[in-house]
């Protein structure tokens, strides 16, 4: 499980996270909504230290994350090799499917099990293959991203973060940049995770989406976690006023 | 003008065969030293960067006439007895591999931030994120100026005639000065570093092809 404890974060003078505390429980999906510029997609790339932070702190399964608290030196990141153990822990999943271009489809998803995980080569590939299979792309396995659709592209991405075996996954608005028409097969793949019971968070627009999916659901505001409750309580009992006028925007 | 005698031609494309090998020695030294260089220009510490830029500007700022002349005769100064070959080779290697090393250095900053981001995410260790993600993209970026800089240093080459290596244009002046058949053998010592670069640049072009036909297509749309 996830424990986040006052998570705090400035960009400068500005301060984007005030004290952010939110639990995910072993198998639990919660989606993170609010309006641009409430702190939700920071909140989310902190989660795995795309971000730093400034203050407080989040524990995987008990162990504290990023940054440890030395009593002759105060808060200090942990080392870049921790950093890199503690990522493969976690997945996430950009807006912009940010695969690499120049390798393929199957390629971009061995990489990390190969590289960072030392899995042995045909392992890798047997694994690739498996998850290839499973977001239904197992046909553009010597494919190029260039030459997949967005939705292809992010279901590879989906794939590859899949391919570390981690945690928990992160969805970072995965279908904002798609067409419509493309939105649904993500949809598809992450609704089929569920049967994993694996830990997700996704910062999403797609309401209609986190109410399917999501077992609870954060209302952010301003840097903090204003509301948090079941998606009936959220979507249809608010009780924060600006998330009420939120939720009218949003229809 | 006198007339030229046989054999000119096969004296010049001698001379022709040593300034490519030169020319191919140094962009292979230069790439591997600018490799090394390139690295500084991204060290955390800002003394190791400032190394780094002083190096560029000063090798960059200097005519390689003036550079090469400068370690021809330091080295023997400095106890090294090389001969023309090596301190050459060395004068180009150190020029090319500036050269080189600002290439790359645009190259690394051309690699689009989620990039970057995503070979964090996928905890990958410094030396496979730079064989399998930074050297691939910064390849790809940068191979126009990459072949602009070789195409240079073949004709930079030239320079190193000035102290007594025996390439190209040192094989050109020394047939001319028996001869004095000025421009027929400067037009065919032109001719054959048009050669040298022509082909060197559709090589380039080549390969360019090649390395977008694979994954960049949809981005040169």
């Known amino acids: 499980m996830i424990q986040i404890r006052g998570l705090r974060k400035w960009f400068g003078s500005l301060p ?34 795309l971000e730093e932070y400034d203050g407080g702190d989040i524990r995987l399964d ?75 792309l197992d046909a553009k396995i010597s494919a ?108 | 003008m006198g007339g030229v005698p046989p054999g000119s031609f096969a004296l010049l494309l001698h001379g022709a065969a040593v300034s490519l090998l030169l020319a191919a020695v140094a962009i292979a030294g230069g790439t591997v030293f600018a490799i090394a260089l390139a690295t500084l220009a991204f060290s955390r510490l800002a003394v190791v960067r400032a190394v780094y830029g002083l190096y560029v500007y000063v090798v960059r700022g200097t005519p390689l006439l003036v550079l090469a002349l400068l370690v021809f005769y330091a080295l023997p100064a400095l106890d090294l007895r090389t001969g023309p070959y090596i301190a050459g080779t060395l004068v180009l290697v150190l020029y090319v591999g500036a050269l080189f090393a600002e290439v790359f250095r645009g190259g690394v900053l051309a690699i689009p931030r989620p990039q970057w981001e995503s070979a964090r995410s996928l905890g990958l260790p410094p030396f496979a994120k730079f064989r399998k993600v930074i050297a691939p993209l910064v390849t790809r970026y940068t191979l126009p100026p990459y072949v602009n800089v070789c195409v240079m240093t073949v004709k930079a080459s030239s320079v190193l005639s000035i102290i007594s290596v025996w390439e190209l244009t040192l094989a050109a002046r020394e047939i001319i000065e028996r001869t004095f058949a000025v421009f027929t053998i400067l037009g065919m010592a032109a001719a054959l570093y048009f050669v040298m670069c022509f082909g060197l640049d559709r090589l380039g072009r080549r390969l360019e092809r090649h390395l977008l036909r694979r994954g960049f297509v949809g981005e040169r749309a």
Not at chain 1, 17 to 39: H, K, P, Q, T
Not at chain 1, 206 to 217: C, D, K, P, T, V
């Open chain 1, 16 to 49: 984007v996270l005030r004290g952010v505390d939110l639990d995910i429980a072993d198998g639990e999906v919660v989606a993170l909504i609010g309006r641009s510029g409430c702190g939700k997609t920071t909140l989310l790339r902190c989660i795995n230290f």
């Open chain 1, 62 to 136: 008990g162990e504290a994350l990023w940054y440890r608290d030395d009593a002759a030196r105060g808060r200090r990141r942990v080392s870049e090799a921790e950093a890199r153990r503690m990522r493969q822990t976690m997945g996430i999943v950009f807006q912009q499917y940010n695969l690499f271009p120049h390798m393929t489809v199957l390629e971009n998803v061995v990489l990390g099990p190969r590289f960072s995980q030392h899995v042995p080569a045909a392992e890798a590939e047997a694994l690739g293959r498996r998850l290839l299979t499973r977001v239904g």
């Open chain 1, 144 to 251: 190029y991203p260039a030459q997949l659709s967005g939705g292809q592209q992010q279901r590879v991405a989906i794939a590859r973060a899949l391919a570390m075996r981690p945690k928990i996954l992160l969805f970072d608005e995965v279908t904002s940049a798609l067409d419509p028409e493309l939105v649904g097969e993500v949809e598809d793949v992450i609704r089929a995770l569920l049967s994993d019971r694996i830990m997700m968070v996704l910062v999403t627009h797609a309401l209609g989406f986190a109410r399917e999916i999501a077992h609870r659901i954060a209302y952010l505001a301003e840097g903090t976690i204003v509301e948090l409750g079941t998606p009936a309580e959220i979507l249809d009992r608010p009780k924060d006023p600006t998330l009420k006028e939120f939720l009218r925007r949003m229809r």
